[in-house]
């Protein structure tokens, strides 16, 4: 089931940035330290009264000149309108009611989405004179809040949950179909990709309308099963506009990657591994989707015996994350290879829904003792008293165990292999919980 999308709206230097990051710091958010990701600061899942959602900051890009400034208010207005379920614009409540902010208000409430008015900067806790001048611009009530003294967060917070549970988002997506987002950054073929994979003989399109999120979706069935393919082709901007694309690419791939089931990380031949690669793919890993690697433009490389070994090598060790992730090289242009997407994707789906017996799996974990003595600590040894699987998209398996702080993360990771080995798990991360007496559980990868 997605998560629910709010985003964080406004102009440049009005406190977006600190406010996202103080949600973080606050632990509402649920941010793991895993090693080998790489995050961007613009995404974290949260939780408030209960309640998960997926939080997204459209900050934080500079524009070069004043006069472009509304420019780039109103293209993170539309991606805000596009993709989220609920809108939270932030002004600044020292500088008062600007012009772009005006403009920018009247966009968001023909969307008829819900929109909560952040004033931030009221850093006494008490509104200024200009605070009321906020009513005018017809968002309901504004929340004077101050991002920097932590002030006011909790009324904000609640008013985003409530509007979140108004509209029932957890729940509006049909479960038995299988929701497939081809992601990665721009011009790097997903359209194509698309078009492609709707255009084969074996695909039935149907005429069901997009959503008017942050995607194009394409409803279709393949082999007797109901998918929907989202494409996130990002929009392309006026050069005259100095922006960084890039950030944009990776907002539009978080909205389609909550909403999916499996992902497939597109990346060029010719660029190889970037750093926005590895940005969306360290969000498609922490979201606990299915994960194949795509390979695109294949036919553009120059080749010699090894170069789809070497190559895959490379992806591997820029990609340390998604060592679970089947690669797979295509041309879409030539459609070399294309045919084999959804039958794995297909497989990939099945995998992160598997379930292992409880028998079989503790069979497994002290096969694995046995070989492996599990670490110790000042004379005190890890003992694990027996696992069981208790959940699945992605799999998710509970260890019952002494103590917490004995299971380090090199012996963790080679349960996990040892898991792979027996039970498969191709294309889907594994979590790990570890329960131990007096404590609750603690879930880490």
């Avoid at 200024?128 to 017809?138: M, P, T, V």
């Avoid at 011009?187 to 149907?206: A, F, P, Q, T, W």
Wanted: aromatic residues 8%; hydrophobic residues 40%.
């Amino acid at each position: 089931m997605s998560k629910p999308i709010v985003a964080v709206v406004g102009r440049p230097n009005v406190g977006k940035s600190t406010f996202f990051n103080r949600i973080i710091g606050r632990r509402v958010s649920i941010v793991e330290d895993t090693p080998g990701v790489t995050r961007d600061r613009i995404y974290a899942e949260a939780e408030w009264r209960g309640v998960n959602f997926a939080l997204i900051d459209t900050g934080g890009i500079e524009p070069s000149t004043a006069d472009v400034i509304l420019s780039q208010m109103r293209e993170q207005a539309q991606i805000a309108m596009e993709m989220s379920d609920v809108i939270l614009f932030m002004v600044d409540g020292k500088e008062g009611l600007t012009s772009a902010d005006r403009e920018v208000a009247n966009m968001l409430y023909r969307t008829g989405k819900k929109v909560v008015l952040g004033v931030n900067k009221i850093d006494t806790g008490k509104p200024n004179d200009d605070f009321y001048d906020f009513y005018e611009l017809g968002l309901g009530v504004p929340y004077p809040i101050s991002s920097v003294n932590m002030l006011g967060l909790g009324d904000l917070l609640d008013e985003i949950v409530d509007g979140i549970k108004e509209l029932g988002v957890e729940g509006d997506e049909e479960e038995d179909t299988v929701k497939v987002a081809v992601i990665g950054k721009p011009n790097v073929g997903k359209s194509s990709l698309v078009n492609k994979l709707l255009g084969e003989d074996r695909v039935i399109v149907s005429d069901i309308a997009g959503t008017t999120r942050d995607s194009i979706d394409s409803p279709f069935e393949y082999e007797g099963r109901k998918f929907t393919l989202i494409d996130t082709a990002g929009i392309r901007r006026r050069s005259r506009i100095n922006e960084n694309i890039e950030k944009y690419s990776v907002v539009r791939a978080v909205a389609a990657i909550e909403r999916s089931d499996v992902c497939i990380l597109m990346i060029d031949a010719q660029e190889g591994v970037t750093e926005q690669d590895k940005k969306i793919a360290g969000i498609a890993h922490e979201a606990g989707k299915g994960v194949m690697i795509v390979v695109n433009k294949w036919d553009l490389v120059e080749k010699e015996t090894n170069t789809m070994k070497e190559y895959t090598k490379n992806i591997r060790k820029e990609l340390v994350y998604l060592s679970y992730a089947p690669v797979l090289f295509i041309s879409v242009l030539t459609g070399q290879r294309v045919n084999k997407i959804m039958d794995m994707v297909t497989d990939i789906e099945r995998e992160c829904g598997k379930r292992v017996p409880t028998g079989v799996l503790n069979t497994l974990i002290s096969d694995a003792i046995l070989m492996n003595q599990p670490p110790s600590d000042k004379g005190k040894k890890l003992k694990i008293y027996y696992a069981t699987q208790v959940g699945v998209k992605p799999p998710l398996f509970s260890f019952k165990i002494n103590d917490r702080e004995l299971m380090h993360f090199s012996y963790a990771r080679y349960l996990e292999n040892k898991i792979r080995e027996g039970f498969g798990f191709e294309g889907t991360s594994i979590k790990f919980v570890y329960r131990a007496k007096g404590e609750d559980a603690n879930t880490i990868e």
